[in-house]
């Protein structure tokens, strides 16, 4: 854009308010930033602070760059105010427009309610699919599933004004899009707009007042683009402005593309045909925060999977593409070859991949040994089995007809046939435990392993337990882990003693069937990790933590 509309604009820059500033200044071309195509904005409407902000987008096919007037438009904020006359044929030559021209936000508006979504040539232009969020507060995200792009565009559905707006509206888009959308019809992006705030008195726009106490602006050589307004008002100046600027060029973002890239162990910057020319390994070395971005969005498949002993974890999106061959390595690692990298998947997805490479000094120190979260989930799945198949066993001495997988929630042929496909809470467990994890994070994976292993029917293991001879009373109201103490006492008393097991079935109390028992001690504080809500109860079970020997660095 040739038009410095910043320098043009009366206003010196040094006390141009935040929000003005950013309605005059162009939007580079950085596809990552997002560039706000509505607003319905008030602040303070009745106070010293009044700033308010009324944005639309217009889309102007005109192959110019210079400055356009002020549209009709600017100072209602939405673009089309009303409705048709109630008439027959009221309505046969309604086509909604900012002057004539095309939208980005389709927004409507009659002082009282207000509604907006995105125009319909916008998102079948460039093929978007929309979904809803929020209940009251609903917000209209719209998504390129192709790629998939998540968060295109959105912003909120309405607003109703009583007295005061009941909520501001903003709708923002992917930087990249807007420029694709633009450059597909040929067309730039104007804002249209009016701003308003109070000012205290200041010198600087008392001289553009030249001793008035009520003044109008408006540019002395071409096009109107602006129509400035300052006038005294309840002590200060009041400002206002109602404007036209071009916002977005008709002029592409550069292309995201993996060709170019630099790896880790590489001086060489690396291409498609390059990769796929190597023959050896040449792998490299994720933080497996690189999984992040698709173990929390359920459009993607993270399973993970065993094969011919090690770990995979390889991401993969509804069959249209996927990574391949990335291996868990000690902790925190994914090793994964070069080549495989760059086999058929969306640019974005390899570059996503370049942000965690690690080089081999920022490796060097790790142990590549070590047991990681996935090993870790897979080693507590074991237990469970090999817990619900002993009490099933169990249960069958005594007439009890329940299955290991009834009991834990776990079949072993269906693992056999499908790994953990069918078993989500064994994947969120797996997800990527990160050194540096948030308390909330902490709190959050206490609750995902207490939802797995507290799956024992509690009627079932009563009576076990009155079978044992426990006191029903006694047995009455205790919890799952209370109740697998007390069966895990009386089991261990009967190995001391190198009892048969059907010594398990007597009519009196075994001797120390309630007593505390350390094995336990992790499953207590489990749970009460689980439901630790204030800071101080967290402080307390850390403390416990640290006290059995738990270390908050691994």
Known sequence: MSFDYIGAFPIPVAILPEKLRNLLESISFDPQQRVEVACFFESDPHGPNVEHVYLQTAVVVDNRDEPIEVLDEAGQGVVKFCVPIDTKGGASKFIPSISGQDYVIASWGNNYFYSFHLAEKVWMTLGLTPRCVGN???????????????GVVEGEVSSEYYGELKRNVSWKMSNEYLRKYLWLRGARAIRV???????????ELRELMKGNTHIELKPCTGPAWYLLDIRQHNGGLLLQVWASVESVSCKLCPEQSADGLVWPGSTEPMTHSHANALVGMNSVYLDDKFLQRYEQNTFYDTVPFRLYGVWHCSPSYKGQWNFTDCVRVGRNLIQVPLRELYKPKPD????HAHKFALSSAEIAHLDMDAEHIVAKTQRLLDQLLWLGDNLSRLGALFGLAKTGADLVGFSREELQSNSWAQYPNLCKLAQVAPLDMSQQDFLARCKSLHEIWQKFPNGYLKRLLEKAGCPRVAIKELGSIKLLQALTNIIQQLNRHEEPIDTFSSTSEHEGWSDRNDAMAFLFLNNDLRIADAHESFSKCLQTLQNMGFDQKC
């Open 136 to 150: 009251e507060h609903q917000r209209l995200i719209y998504d390129d599933l192709g790629l998939p792009e998540f």
């Open 348 to 351: 974005r997805e390899i570059i």
């Open 193 to 203: 707009f009016y701003y308003r705030k109070l000012f205290p008195d200041q010198a």
